[in-house]
């Protein structure tokens, strides 16, 4: 028997199209389950031009990004897993925040976006009652407490709350996955 023939087939994730100069253009191209489509922008394709005309080189520069979004298609696939079985140890309200939220992952910015937030708004609610403590000793002394000074300390115990009810959710959440 002679020497196999090479397969010219490309990898389901390798186009290719014709150039306007000549030749053959190479893309990227990866469908992305529908239930991941929302961790890439709601996109059920995602295309990409190699800038190559080289097949060789198109086809590694394929194979790393295919690499690279299989790696997240699995990884969102992984979070949905493990956020649908800690939604059903959660009560429907607790369910309905990790909802909004946009999973475990959401839920660990938006707890770190208010605790962030949180700290700022009590420091500025602190320099304002200091302010305003000082004004009440000393109305001359001290130029009038500013506008809506009153609403930025409705503000920072507004932050406050909601930060203390995201890290509460969240260590029911830790726990339930611990189990």
Do not use: W
């Not at 800038?51 to 690499?67: F, G, N, V």
């Not at 979070?79 to 939220?101: F, H, P, W």
């Not at 304002?128 to 109305?139: I, M, T, Y």
């Amino acid at each position: 028997m002679g020497p196999e023939p090479e397969d010219t087939r490309m990898p389901s994730y390798l186009t290719s199209r014709a150039s306007r100069k000549g030749g053959r253009r190479f893309y990227f191209k990866l469908r992305v389950p529908p239930e991941c489509q929302s961790e890439f922008g709601g996109r059920a394709v995602i295309v990409e031009a190699l800038k190559t005309s080289d097949r060789d080189s198109a086809e590694i520069e394929a194979h790393a990004l295919a690499k690279s979004y299989l790696d997240k298609i699995k990884a969102h696939r992984l979070d949905l897993t493990r956020q649908r079985a800690l939604a059903l140890n959660l009560t429907a309200s607790e369910r309905e925040v990790l909802e909004e939220a946009g999973g475990l992952s959401g839920l660990m910015k938006a707890l770190a976006q208010s605790r962030t937030e949180v700290a700022i708004t009590q420091a500025a609610a602190s320099i304002l009652a200091d302010l305003s403590a000082r004004h009440e000793a000393a109305p001359d002394a001290v130029a009038a407490v500013p506008q809506g000074a009153l609403q930025m300390r409705r503000d920072a115990v507004e932050a406050e709350a909601e930060a203390t009810a995201a890290l509460d959710l969240l260590q029911v959440v830790e726990s339930v996955s611990r189990k």
